[in-house]
């Protein structure tokens, strides 16, 4: 069982910046493919960013590409995700997910590839 603490959720004026961090109570953290999605209110639970057991592999959705940033630390069980150039669109409630895999089945965009989740942090982008 792993469970995962998001944090870092906050308001922040359009063009600001914000850093998500989650923490997984993993023993063996860098088993795990992880990953960040959002929900914003009425609308489905959405890919934001995703990266494998070694780091060396994220993707990103394209609404966040060049903006935002994905990473992770195996020795702190932590995987975290650099916000910059916020937009109103940003806004939701952002999740942290874990896969009990190194990498993906299919895709890293689906929930289903998921296994774990957070309970969300929110981020509020004010124009």
């Known amino acids: 069982q792993v469970q995962l603490v998001e944090s870092g959720g906050a308001l922040v004026q359009a063009g600001g910046s914000l850093r998500l961090s989650c923490a997984a109570s993993?023993?063996?953290?860098?088993?795990?493919?992880m990953g960040w999605f959002r929900q914003a209110p009425g609308k489905e639970r959405e890919f934001v960013a995703a990266?494998?057991?070694?780091?060396?592999?994220?993707y990103y959705a394209d609404s966040v590409k060049g903006r935002f940033t994905i990473s992770r630390d195996n020795a702190k069980n932590t995987v975290d995700l650099q916000m910059d150039s916020l937009k109103p669109e940003d806004s939701a409630i952002y999740y942290c997910?874990?896969?009990?895999?190194?990498?993906?089945?299919?895709?890293?965009?689906?929930?289903?590839?998921?296994?774990?989740w957070g309970q969300g942090t929110q981020v509020t982008v004010s124009s």
């Open positions: 990266i494998t057991w070694s780091g060396a592999d994220p």
């Open positions: 993993a023993r063996t953290f860098s088993s795990y493919a």
């Open positions: 997910a874990a896969r009990s895999s190194r990498s993906w089945n299919v895709t890293p965009m689906s929930t289903y590839e998921y296994n774990y």
